[in-house]
């Protein structure tokens, strides 16, 4: 089975950094995602992780722990529009879908 | 232009009644996707399509039927609708079934009553 766990909610402000952190139990790995949806709104692609390491992309960064079974996304200068649910999702066994967390609800304040 | 666009974007219906959602992709992607979410933000797979073929069908009830009449579309049938069903459903599509990034619609929003 698969089993994914993130925070359900969390508070940062302006200009700050938060670590969004998940942890995932699954069969096999095949590659871990992360994605951003605003209120109302479709989710969309952040990040891919498939190798341990960090990767940079802009003000926002994916961590992976294999071993571990552990991913964060990290968000730099942090602004009002970051405000919104990220989700963390592992491929299952197959590789042929997405498995998500339940979300992140991160709110910025000023 | 619209990458993966979903209709209708809301759907208010009776318990009972049968209705469909229609999903399309001018990607040219392969595989396509049904997500449920509901109340509590929880994103679930519902089925997943190949060029036209299912590959992934989860434990939904019978009463979802989904249709795929070429690579680009993948429709979404409801029969005998249930206040339980109501939810967002988003439609995606990736490159092929092996899992590259997914690109999401819209979303459906329907409210059963």
């Known amino acids: 089975g698969q089993n994914i766990d993130q925070p359900t909610e969390m508070t940062a402000t302006e200009g700050a950094i938060v670590q969004i952190n998940c942890t995932y139990q699954?069969?096999?790995?095949?590659?871990l995602f992360w994605y951003q949806q605003h209120a109302g709104e479709a989710p969309t692609f952040l990040s891919y992780?498939?190798?341990?390491g960090l990767e940079e992309k802009g003000r926002f960064s994916s961590f992976l722990s294999r071993s571990k079974g552990y991913s964060y996304l990290l968000l730099k200068e942090l602004q009002m529009k970051d405000s919104a649910s990220y989700l963390c999702?592992?491929?299952?066994?197959?590789?042929?879908?997405?498995?998500f967390g339940k979300g992140t609800t991160l709110s910025v304040s000023s | 232009d619209t990458a993966v666009s979903q209709t209708p974007k809301y759907l208010v219906t009776q318990m009972g009644n049968d209705k469909s959602i229609k999903c399309e992709q001018n990607?040219?992607?392969?595989?396509m996707y049904w997500y449920k979410q509901d109340s509590k933000k929880f994103l679930k797979i519902m089925f997943s399509?190949?060029?036209?073929?299912?590959?992934i069908n989860e434990t939904v009830p019978n009463r979802f039927s989904p249709k795929s009449p070429d690579k680009a579309h993948l429709n979404l049938h409801i029969n005998s609708l249930e206040l339980g069903d109501s939810a967002v459903y988003f439609c995606?599509?990736?490159?092929?079934?092996?899992?590259?990034?997914?690109?999401f619609g819209p979303g459906t929003r329907l409210l059963v009553l």
């Open positions: 995606a599509s990736s490159p092929s079934r092996f899992q590259e990034t997914q690109y």
């Open positions: 699954t069969s096999g790995f095949n590659g």
């Open positions: 992780n498939v190798l341990d």
């Open positions: 999702a592992a491929l299952n066994q197959a590789g042929t879908a997405l498995i």
């Open positions: 990607l040219g992607h392969d595989t």
């Open positions: 399509y190949n060029n036209k073929e299912l590959i």
